[in-house]
C-alpha cells in the first residue's frame, strides 16, 4: 500500500494558458508527453463501495492497463491524504494486493456484482517540480470531463503530489501558484464527482463537523483539526455558492468563518500571538463582504415575510404598505445577494484557504509541549467563556439593546467552544446544556433581529409616510414576541448559571 499526500486545486479553463506560463510551472521538467487517461469506475448497483467510501476504477494509458484501489481520503483544503493499492489490471480484478483485511474482504465479496459506474476521461500533463535536493513535487494538469449516461462535468485542475518532503512544501508551492492564479482547494475527487453525476445530487450547504479531537490530543493538535473542520466547512459552501447562487452557502461560509475566528481566540493562550491577530483580521475581513446579503436575507424572511404573508389576507391601505415595504426590501435582498456573489472571487478566497492551511502546518510544534493536558485546557477556557455569559447576563438585566446583544455574542462564543471540547466532555449533560444555549441563543438572536429591523426599515422608508407606518405596523407586530422571548432568554441563562457546568467533573 502506498500513501498518496496531493494538493488539488480547480482553476477556470480560460486560466490554464496563463497557469502553465508560470515560471514555477513552465521551469518544471516534463515527465515525458501529455497523456490521454480513461478511467471506468466500478460498483455494486446498489454502490455498495461508495458507502463505505472505497473507489474501483481501472485506467487505460496507452496500451497500459491499471487497477487502483483508492480509501477514504483526510483532506484539508484540497490537501488530500488517502491510501490506494495500484497494479497490472488483465481482464479481471484481483485484490490480493490489498493488504487492509476489511478492505480487501468487501472488495472480494461484492466482486461478482461490480458494474461500470461511470468514467472520466482526460488529459493529462505533468511536471517535476524539484527545486532543492530534499523536495519533489509532481505537478500534474488534468483537462477533461466526468461522464455518467447522457450527463457530463468538465475536469479542469491542478494536482500537486508529494513526491519527497514535506506537506508544508505542498502547500508553501501553492500559495506562490495561487498568488497569480485562480486556484480553489478543492476536497472533491474526481470519484465523488462521478458519483454525484450517476446519482444526479447537487451540493448541499455543508454544517459544522462534530468535533473530532481526542483527550490525548495536545491543545495545538486539537487546534489543528477543530481548524481544518472549519476550513472544509469554508471551502465546500464557498465551491457551493459558487454552483449555486443558494444563501444557505453564503450562510454557512459565514458560520465557518464565525467559528474559526471563535477558535482563534479560545486557543490564543498556546498560539503566537502575530498568528492569531493576522488571522483574526484577515477571516472578520472577508466575512464582512458577506454580511449584508446575510442580514437583509433574515431582514426579509424572519420579520417582513410573516406580517406581509399575514396582512395579505386583508386588504386596505395598511396591508398594502406592508406588502409595499416587503417588496422593497426583497429588491434590495436580490441586490445584496448579486454583490455577495461577485464578492465571492474564488481566486481571493482559494488564496486566503491556502494560506490559513499553510499557517497552521507551519506553526511551531515546540510551544504546545509545556502546555497542560487538553482537557485542562477545555476546562480552563470554558470556564473563562461561562464567567463572560455571567457577567454579560448581569448587564443584560437592564435589557437595553447593547447589553442583550452582548450576551447573545458571550452564548455563541461558549456554545461553539463546548461543539469543539464535546468528545472531552461526558455527552447526555453536554447536549443538554448546549440545547439550553442555542434556545437563548435564538431567542436573542429574534430580539436583535427585531432591533437590527427598526433601524434598516426606518433607513429604506425614508420620507415615505406610507413606508414609515409600515415599519412601525410591522415593528409592532413582533412586538409581543419580542418581549416574550427577551424574557425567557434571561431566564434560561440564568437557569444554566445555577447548574453545574458539563465540565466540572472533568476537574474530578
Not at 466500478?42 to 473507489?55: G, K, M, N, V, W
Not at 477514504?72 to 480484478?93: D, K, V
Not at 468538465?154 to 508529494?162: F, G, V
Not at 415595504?325 to 482559494?350: H, M, N, T
Amino acid at each position: 500500500m502506498s500513501q498518496e499526500i496531493e494538493l488539488k486545486l480547480a482553476l477556470p479553463p480560460r486560466a490554464l494558458p496563463a497557469l502553465k506560463r508560470h515560471p514555477l510551472v513552465a521551469g518544471a521538467a516534463r515527465q515525458g508527453s501529455a497523456k490521454t487517461l480513461d478511467n471506468t469506475y466500478f460498483d455494486t448497483p446498489d454502490l455498495r463501495l461508495q458507502a463505505r467510501r472505497i473507489a474501483l476504477r481501472t485506467r487505460k494509458q496507452g496500451h497500459v492497463d491499471l487497477q487502483t484501489v483508492k480509501c477514504a481520503a483526510e483532506s484539508t483544503a484540497g490537501l488530500t491524504s488517502r491510501p490506494e493499492w495500484e497494479q497490472p489490471y488483465c481482464g479481471s480484478f484481483d485484490f490480493s494486493a490489498v493488504d487492509a483485511p476489511k478492505v480487501r474482504k468487501l472488495l472480494t465479496r461484492h466482486a461478482a456484482a461490480l458494474v461500470p459506474a461511470f468514467s472520466t476521461r482526460f488529459r493529462r500533463e505533468t511536471r517535476l517540480y524539484a527545486p532543492d535536493d530534499k523536495v519533489r513535487i509532481l505537478m500534474m494538469i488534468d483537462t477533461g470531463e466526468v461522464i455518467a449516461g447522457d450527463r457530463r462535468a468538465p475536469i479542469c485542475e491542478l494536482e500537486l503530489e508529494l513526491v519527497a518532503g514535506e506537506p508544508l512544501d505542498l502547500l508553501l508551492l501553492a500559495c506562490r501558484l495561487a498568488a497569480d492564479n485562480p486556484l480553489m482547494p478543492s476536497d472533491i475527487s474526481k470519484a465523488e464527482r462521478g458519483y454525484a453525476l450517476h446519482l444526479g445530487t447537487r451540493p448541499e450547504p455543508a454544517r459544522a463537523e462534530p468535533s473530532a479531537i481526542a483527550p490525548d490530543h495536545s491543545p495545538l493538535a486539537a487546534f489543528r483539526a477543530l481548524a481544518s473542520a472549519c476550513l472544509r466547512q469554508w471551502q465546500a459552501n464557498a465551491v457551493g455558492a459558487t454552483e449555486d447562487g443558494a444563501p444557505e452557502f453564503i450562510h454557512q461560509l459565514r458560520v465557518a468563518l464565525r467559528r474559526l475566528r471563535t477558535l482563534l481566540s479560545l486557543f490564543a493562550p498556546i498560539l503566537p500571538p502575530e498568528f492569531v491577530e493576522h488571522w483574526r483580521a484577515r477571516l472578520g475581513e472577508n466575512a464582512r463582504a458577506f454580511a449584508e446579503a446575510r442580514d437583509l436575507d433574515v431582514l426579509y424572511e424572519e420579520i417582513l415575510a410573516p406580517v406581509a404573508t399575514d396582512e395579505a389576507e386583508h386588504s386596505g391601505r395598511e396591508a398594502d404598505s406592508v406588502i409595499a415595504l416587503a417588496e422593497r426590501i426583497r429588491s434590495e435582498r436580490e441586490r445584496a445577494r448579486g454583490e455577495a456573489l461577485l464578492a465571492l472571487d474564488p481566486a481571493a478566497q482559494g488564496r486566503l484557504m491556502i494560506g490559513l492551511t499553510a499557517a497552521l502546518h507551519a506553526l511551531p510544534d515546540e510551544r504546545a509541549r509545556d502546555e497542560r493536558a487538553l482537557a485542562d485546557f477545555a476546562v480552563r477556557e470554558l470556564e473563562r467563556l461561562r464567567k463572560k455569559v455571567r457577567r454579560r447576563h448581569a448587564a443584560a438585566a437592564d435589557r437595553s439593546r447593547t447589553h442583550l446583544h452582548a450576551l447573545r455574542i458571550a452564548l455563541k462564543r461558549l456554545r461553539y467552544a463546548l461543539e469543539f471540547f464535546a468528545p472531552l466532555l461526558p455527552a447526555k449533560p453536554t447536549r443538554r446544556y448546549l440545547a439550553t444555549i442555542v434556545r437563548a441563543q435564538n431567542a436573542l438572536g429574534f430580539v436583535h433581529d427585531v432591533d437590527v429591523a427598526r433601524t434598516r426599515l426606518a433607513h429604506f422608508a425614508g420620507d415615505d409616510a406610507q413606508l414609515g407606518a409600515a415599519v412601525a405596523f410591522v415593528c409592532g407586530w413582533h412586538g409581543p414576541g419580542y418581549a416574550r422571548l427577551g424574557r425567557r432568554a434571561l431566564r434560561d441563562v440564568e437557569r444554566l448559571l445555577q447548574e453545574d457546568a458539563p465540565w466540572a467533573a472533568s476537574r474530578d
